[in-house]
């Protein structure tokens, strides 16, 4: 055997061996990647679990700022003045998981007032609640079929007292199930979660509370996988993935599932609220990437041994140099270069192995960037925004410095969507996410955290000019006139960073100061100063 054909063959092996390890580095990055996306459905999943938790901790603390109105204290009850607090109350949540209806009690369960006016002077049969009333429970959750409204819903029962701090009776606020469509449907949207999920909201039994694919299991059923699940937040974090083997014509499933917080304003319901997708929707993407890579890989693999064979001899040296190039992409290294001599075959499959490191970039960076990025604004999403909170929090911790924070909300944004259909909404958010980028510092961090919710980090700042800033910015929106939409207003909340304050904190406090500026009347802006800032 020839020379020549012993060092084709010998290139033609250390090709295929480079192209192995090309093979294998791709198949252990696209894992790498796999992971990050199913770290994304957790965080769905988590984020809408605690959406959940926070709306029924603010409609409990609702009923508990209702129950200490000096109307229902008053004896003997005036009916009347308590029937229109309690209008007062169903009209203030009209559209985001509204109250259908509320009720008071006295002690006998006997029904005072009712915003439906039904019922009134009847004793109360179906009270599920009324036990953990009577054990000693100021606030109860819990979920059942409403005996005056013949539907499933959630019960927020409070007991009212008296003067003497004694129970003088019960009100009872009604949310029905089929309202959390919305509710959870809103963070689904936020993260892009497209195809055919099902979400399930589960009770500490496993009973199915709310169910987006299947009505009928609403308080019937218990859900197939509540043991596993359980098991598994017992021994782990209270958020993870699983995967569940289904018929082969179905495909398997990914399961993610997020178990309600301990910790926070009471009443808690221990829920769980699971997120069932076909595995191949949920991956489709890194399916496709794997495929697009491997066929690079081969393609370039077998190129390289064509030419080896052609032209052993003059191409010994560079594929030397492509085998080192090939390995350092197989390491990782998307930054290697493989040098175009001349306008030979070799000089062609440097250009196309070049070219293919190139599109392993561009893909790393899109993914990168997808995992960072809002789709619709180009504005910093909740996982970017986290990144530049934790950094710029360590940067003002060491050196001392002020660090404000502001939360927006477009006012009625709902009804923008319902009035002019989506399209509309998506465009009047783009505007303001254009109008806030010509308001900030480049300094400053824009994101978009919610639905309608923007977030600005605004470091160097104190409190007082974050404040000055989100008025700026409340008036241009106010003077703005917004295509196909009109005129339309924000409601902002601001707050600066305590001595020792951690940046959950923060934000908590931020959404409670826009959650007041909506309910002082919106278009406005709310300070929420933390002893210890500095204004």
Known sequence: MRIGTKMALLGGAATLLAGGAGVLAVWLASLVVERQVVEKFEAVSTYTMDKVHRLFARRSDDMAALAADPALEATP??????????????????????????????????????????????????????????????????????????????????????????????????????????????PLRLFAVDGPFEVDLLDRTGLVLYANHDQERTLRQRHPLHTTIANLV???????????????????????????????????????LVISIPEAVALADINALRRQLLALVAAV??????????????????IDALGAATAAVAAGDLSVQVAVNGKGDFALLAQRFNAMVADLRELHGGLERAATTDRLTGLLNRHGFDDMLTRELDRAKRYGSQLSLIFIDIDHFKSINDRFGHAAGDQVLAEVARLLQGSVRSTDGLGRWGGEEFVILTPETSLR???????????????????????????????????????????????????????????????????????
């Open 77 to 186: 009850l005036p009916l009347d003045a308590v029937a229109a607090k309690l209008g007062d109350y169903l009209r203030r949540y009209p559209n985001y998981a509204p109250y259908t209806s509320l009720s008071l009690f006295d002690l006998q369960r006997r029904r005072l007032a009712d915003t439906t006016g039904r019922g009134i002077g009847e004793t109360h049969t179906l009270s599920e609640y009324w036990p953990e009333v009577m054990a000693g429970h100021d606030r109860v959750l819990q979920v059942s079929t409403s005996e005056s409204l013949g539907q499933p819903v959630f019960h927020v029962a409070q007991v009212v007292r008296d003067p003497q701090r004694r129970a003088a009776g019960v009100l009872v606020a009604r949310i029905a199930v089929a309202s959390l469509r919305d509710v959870i449907g809103r």
């Open 234 to 272: 017992a021994s782990g974090p209270r958020t993870g993935a699983l995967v569940v083997p289904q018929a082969a014509a179905e495909g398997d499933r990914l399961v993610i599932y997020a178990r309600e917080p301990s910790e926070g304003t009471e009443p808690s319901g221990d829920w769980t």
């Open 301 to 318: 693999g077998l190129l390289a041994i064509a030419l080896a064979w052609l032209l052993a001899r003059n191409l010994l040296r560079p």
């Open 465 to 535: 000019d974050a404040a000055a800033l989100a008025e700026r910015i409340c008036q241009t929106c106010r003077s703005a006139d917004f295509a196909n939409v009109g005129r339309t207003t924000l409601s902002a909340g601001v707050v600066s960073l305590a001595p020792g304050e951690a940046g959950d904190a923060l934000l908590r406090r931020a959404d409670a100061a826009v959650y007041a500026a909506k309910a002082n009347g919106r278009d406005r802006v709310e300070i929420d100063a933390e002893p210890g800032c500095r204004s």
